[in-house]
């Protein structure tokens, strides 16, 4: 079970301060759960884990079969909430190496639709180029253009490559019921098609297929995952007290924190395949609190690693941010430092132990070095990277975000800053439409 742990944060706040929010994060908790806030409409995903069925598993898990059998790679399209989520698990589960390895026991996963690069584009086309390859086409709205567009490129050479009829075969769709061209080609096509539920926002929707499906084809169980997240939705219930309920202790901390001037919060990991769940968090974080001119920015940085860089800013820059690590207990495997008879790298002092103890020595001098430094810590502990405790952290985060919305008194679950560049980049490329948006551009741009 994840476990949270905010004493290194006393000495900036004090118990006290966090207790005291308990009456309004339960209220907000309540709030959640008779769906009486702000955005109210998209609360589908607070009992996801608990009410998706043993069925609706199946079929998913049918439906990775059929990609698993029939591709070498399958791509993921799709942005934001639409593939972060997945990308986050799949990447906190996987060998780092099984995708170089002769015998796979899934297909490779790429990605695509996330960005508009050409380059990207251009190089993942050619790599698909003698790949059995299939598609999960995800698009809430099914009119995202990064997605569309990679999708349209995806569509025509798996058609190309493998014919019509394999490529119906191993084109999956998780958009809406209804509405958007994503829909509307799955139907055209004959797709195997997912229905993205209208109250789940595209950030929330992890535990939809939108997140199980590319999950499963990565080769790992769902219904562990799923599983996990029912364990923490039980956890943070809105009948679980404060003091025991971690989602709103979190969402308390990190207000309080905010309150105090502390403006960032950088989700830290110890293990390098987390890094994708930082990416998820601040997507998840930062577009449901960054609105109405406030919230807490997300950052999130890789230790070791980014101690190398951007450890300084933390140790010694304004004193404006706090941090949230993430920290495994146990890795999967052992591996320990030889000893060497020459010692000419002076390691020796390491020699029999683990890479994970060294790690583990990392993180604590890490810790008391950034609390000595002015960085309050929050600390969230998970026994092992596996399918029931990356289902636990995910729903955590989820349940914690919509608490620390409501506690911030914004709407947790709309984004309309989205729309602004969108509108520009339309009124730009000349979108039917948008022709005022255009003449106004130009003028613009002219001064
Ligand atoms: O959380 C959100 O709603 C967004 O990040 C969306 O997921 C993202 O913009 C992609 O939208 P769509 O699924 O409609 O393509």
Redesign the pocket.
């Known amino acids: 079970m994840v476990s949270l742990n905010i004493e290194k944060t006393f000495g900036f706040i004090s118990k006290e301060n966090v207790n005291s929010y308990a009456e309004v994060a339960m209220a907000a908790r309540k709030t959640l759960e008779d769906g009486t806030g702000k955005g109210n409409d998209f609360l589908g995903w607070l009992h996801l884990p608990s009410s998706i069925t043993k069925a609706q598993l199946d079929d998913i898990n049918a439906t990775a079969k059929v990609l698993k059998e029939n591709c070498e790679v399958v791509v993921v399209a799709?942005?934001?909430?639409?593939y972060l989520g997945a990308r986050a698990a799949i990447e906190a589960l996987s060998n780092y190496f099984s995708w170089l390895q002769e015998k796979k026991k899934a297909p490779v996963i790429l990605y695509a639709g996330n960005n508009l690069g050409e380059d990207y584009l251009c190089e993942l086309t050619s790599f698909l180029k003698d790949k059995k390859f299939g598609v999960i086409n995800?698009?809430?709205?099914?009119?995202?253009t990064e997605?569309a567009l990679a999708f349209r490129l995806l569509k025509k050479q798996c058609e190309d490559q493998r014919g019509k009829e394999m490529a119906r075969k191993v084109i999956v769709a998780i958009t809406d019921a209804k509405k958007g061209a994503a829909r509307t080609t799955a139907d055209k096509e004959g797709y195997k098609s997912y229905i993205i539920p209208d109250n789940v926002?595209?950030?929330f929707?992890v535990l939809t297929p939108v997140g199980l499906l590319p999950i499963a084809v990565a080769g790992f169980d769902i219904e562990k995952l799923v599983a996990g997240a029912t364990a923490m939705e039980k956890a943070c219930g809105v009948n679980v007290p404060f003091e025991k309920n971690i989602a709103a202790i979190y969402a308390a901390t990190r207000n309080e924190l905010y309150k105090r001037g502390k403006k960032i919060e950088i989700l830290a990991n110890f293990n390098p395949k987390l890094h994708f769940v930082g990416e998820w968090w601040k997507?998840l974080y930062g577009?449901s609190e960054g609105k109405d001119n406030k919230g807490i920015f997300p950052a999130s940085v890789d230790l070791t690693t980014d101690l190398h860089s951007m450890g300084q800013w933390i140790q010694d820059g304004e004193r404006s941010i706090f941090e949230t690590v993430i920290s495994v207990e146990n890795s999967d495997n052992e591996l320990r430092v030889p000893s060497d008879s020459e010692n000419l790298d002076g390691l020796n002092f390491l020699a029999g132990k683990r890479v994970d103890e060294v790690n583990k020595m990392a993180e604590l001098g890490t810790q008391l070095a950034h609390v000595d430094g002015g960085v309050p810590n929050i600390r969230l502990s998970i026994s092992k990277l596996e399918e029931e405790t990356i289902g636990e952290l995910i729903y955590f985060f989820e349940v914690g975000c919509g608490i620390s919305g409501y506690i911030l008194e914004v709407n947790p679950f709309n984004?309309p800053g989205?729309e602004a560049y969108k509108k520009n980049m339309f009124a730009l490329l000349n979108k039917p439409g948008y022709e005022s948006e255009s003449k106004a551009i130009q003028e613009r741009l002219k001064k």
């Open positions: 799709g942005i934001g909430g639409s995800i698009s809430k709205s099914g009119t995202t997605t926002g595209g950030r929707s997507q577009e984004q989205v």
